[in-house]
């Protein structure tokens, strides 16, 4: 196994030791950092960028060929992880600790160093792994006296006498957060205050699924597998590249190997939507897209987008977004003159 020690204290440090460790290519713009690798160790990127409140956002996209473990050095205290497996799986560790807990795909982890002073984070050989890290540090005086932080302090760290460890239950609309992070094209300003937004909501999604698995001892993946858990995963990214789709439910089950129960549960747990009530909502979110960006006129969009009535159309597009699309579109071309 590789061992690679990070004692850096802020990102770009952090980086700097990950190059010369693992090599690859650096590039930093701002407050972010991406270190691309393709050499005998692996293949794929790490990616990082620092954030208000002193919490840094890693995200892992790599296949390594061997065994790799990350040894990053954390004050006592100070510092709470909040780990979450996309796809593979890895491992979590204390310094001078027996104990491992494996994360695997779409399962959290939170872990907070009170008596020891470094954390073990092991890739496996050939396994590979899309999965992010948020860092806070609730100790510095720029940031303690932060709501946010103050309560990650309270429920992770004071009060605790021996190092902290959680592995969590399946969580599937985090995996939909760090797609949307994926997405994000904007640039500057803009896209450090997008990103921000979207880690607060990881790591309010990590910190709610900790306070339902303490207070509840039943797995609250009900009877899906995680192998159900990716099949539901899979048809969702389906019905968002092409929403105007007509399947049936049956028809979508079928395409997937899973029943078309098993599917309603998956929707339920990952969107809090019934399937159909989801293919709507993407249906609508895209209507929104095409009418902002497209010279597309409403009916156009209606029947391209799969839908058979243009009245009802309209009557869901208030609902979701409180105007009728053709005052929506009337507002946007205003704003465009203004």
Known sequence: MKTIDIKA????????????????????????GELYIDNGLGKGFIRGIELE???????????????????????????ANFLYCKEGKLSHSFINSNKTKT?????TGISANIT???????????VYVNSAIISVNTSKT???????????????????TEDYSYTGSYNLKIADSINQLKAIKQSGVVRTLLIQGLVNVILAMEIEQHSIDLKSAENPTGSLTSFELKQVKELSDYINNFPETNLSVTELAAKISISPAKVQEGFKLMHGKTLNNYIRYV?????EELIKNT????????YSLGFSSRSYFSKIFKAQYNC?????KQNIKLAATA
Do not use: C, W
Request: charged share 30%.
């Open 295 to 302: 010279d597309l006129n409403i009916s156009e969009i209606v």
């Open 142 to 160: 720029s940031s303690r006296e932060h709501p946010i932080n103050q309560m990650v302090s309270e429920i992770f760290i004071k009060n605790r």
């Open 324 to 328: 009728s699309p053709i005052e929506y």
């Open 9 to 32: 204290t802020n990102l770009q440090a952090m980086f700097q030791t990950l190059k010369g460790a693992i090599g690859g290519t650096f590039k930093s713009q701002r407050n972010e």
């Open 103 to 107: 994360v695997e795909t779409f399962q």
């Open 116 to 126: 020891t002073n470094e954390n073990h984070i092991s890739f496996y050989k050939d």
């Open 53 to 79: 409140r002193d919490t840094i956002f890693v995200e892992f996209d790599i296949k390594f060929k061997e065994d790799v473990k990350f040894a990053i050095k954390s004050p006592q205290r100070a510092v």
């Open 283 to 287: 249906r609508v979110k895209k209507s």
